[in-house]
Each structure stands twice: as structure tokens, then as C-alpha cells.
């Protein structure tokens, strides 16, 4: 067998190596194979360079890609199912994603998002909701979670993260300096109590003691939500640390 022969059949044996086909030097060099004269699999090659025959549906697959959860299979899906779409379809779509780009800034009070029509946001202004009670949570999905309870009838609190000095996030890439704020003025007078609802991460923890020796000082009640079992789940299979905040954190029946 041929040197060249061997190295085509290296190059189909390792073709899953290849998705990284993109990057420069996988494109260089196959580049560089196709004007290989003489090269036995001439046309393979070109259609390795890309891995759709489009170059328009390689970019939207790409894009998709770039969204949380979203592995290439699924990009893949979804950018064939737009193309199925009828037009208009894919036009409100499309306008969806820039009016909300375009429209959805934070809430001056919690931070939450909401329109720039509706500042301070639906909840901010309900009258509906306890003053006195400040849940402070990670994210807005964090929000919605607590809303669908039916069960929290206070304000809320969006930090937009958590301190994390490992990927580069401090208390000043966080909404701290606005809870501060919002805590010593004049709509601040009526907050009795902090309630501290952050992910049980590492994280979500350190956050917590950050925030309480903050918070502690203003004289404000700060509490914190409780750790335990899961409903559902069985005691033999939780593991100690939730099992020893669950003792932590039990409550008189
Ligand atoms: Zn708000």
C-alpha cells in the first residue's frame, strides 16, 4: 500500500477527529490534499471541507449551536425545521428574537427583566406584594421557579450570578451595589427582611456569606431559605451533606 493510500485511509478511519474541520488546519490541509495531484479521493475531500451543502444552513446550525443545551444533533434539527418553516413564520420568529433584544432591559428596582414600557417591572408594582419581604435569587428563572409556588407574595431581588472566582466573577459584576442601594433608600425604609434563596453550590454559598456580612450590619432580618430532602426522595439514597443540612435545618411539627 501506497504512502498516499494509507494516509486516506487514516483520514477516513479518523473522521470523527475531523469535526474539528472548521479550524484552520483542518482546512488548510485538506485544502492543501486537493490540489494534490493525483489524490485518489479528490471529491471526499471537498465535501469534508464543509460539513452541509450550504453554506447558509452551516452558519444557522452554527448559531443554534451557541445556545445552553444545545448540542450540534439538535442544532441541526432545529435549523432544518426552520427551513421547513414558512417564511412569515420564520420572520416572527426572527422579530421575536430582535424585539426582545430591543425591548427587555432590568427592572430599576429588582433587577428582574421586564419591558422597557413596564419599569419598574409588574411585580416591583403590584400592590399585591408584601414590602417588607426581599427574596434575593441568582437569576430570573429563579423568579419564575418561586412565582410558580403561588406560595411567595414578597419582592425579589436578581443578582445576575453568583461569586465565582474561578471563571472571573466578583460581588462587582453582580447586582449587589444596586440591592445596597435599593435597601438604604427611601423605598428600602419598608424592607424588614433579606430572604437569601441562591443555588446550594460552592458558589451560591460563598455569595451567601458575602452577602450576609453585608447585609447583617443594616440591622435587617437575613434569612436564608432551607436545604433538604427532596419531596419524593428516599432518606438511604441522599447524600450526607444534604442529609446533615436537613438535621440543620429541621423544624418544629
Ligand atoms: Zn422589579
Known sequence: MNLKRKFVIHLFISRSSLDTYHTVVGKNLLEGLSHW?????LHVSNHLLMRYTSQAIEVLVEEFAKLPGIGKK????????????????????????????EK???????????????????????????????????????VIAFEKTNQYSGLYHVLHGVISPLDGV???????????????GEKGQHIKEVILAL???????????????????????????????????????????????????????
Not at 495531484?37 to 479521493?41: D, K, L, M, N, V
Not at 413564520?89 to 421575536?96: C, G
Not at 417588607?132 to 441568582?138: G, I, K, R, S, Y
Not at 431559605?225 to 411539627?253: F, K
Open 74 to 101: 439538535t442544532a441541526q434539527r432545529l435549523a432544518l425545521h426552520i427551513l421547513r418553516e414558512k417564511t412569515e413564520d420564520v420572520e416572527r420568529f426572527a422579530k421575536a428574537l430582535l424585539d426582545a433584544k
Open 37 to 41: 495531484r493525483g489524490f485518489p479521493y
Open 170 to 184: 466578583g460581588p462587582d459584576d453582580l447586582k449587589i451595589k444596586e440591592l445596597l442601594a435599593r435597601l438604604s
Open 104 to 142: 427587555v432591559v432590568y427592572c430599576v428596582e429588582c433587577q428582574n427583566m421586564t419591558d422597557n414600557t413596564a419599569n419598574p417591572c409588574i411585580i416591583c408594582t403590584s400592590p399585591k406584594r408584601n414590602r417588607a419581604l426581599v427574596c434575593v435569587v441568582e437569576s430570573p428563572s429563579d
Open 199 to 253: 443555588n446550594p453550590t460552592v458558589e451560591g454559598e460563598t455569595t451567601v456569606l458575602y452577602l450576609t456580612r453585608l447585609l447583617k450590619p443594616l440591622g435587617l432580618k437575613v434569612s436564608r431559605i432551607a436545604r433538604g430532602i427532596p419531596i419524593g426522595s428516599e432518606l438511604e439514597y441522599t447524600d450526607e451533606a444534604t442529609l446533615t443540612r436537613a438535621l440543620e435545618g429541621r423544624a418544629e411539627v
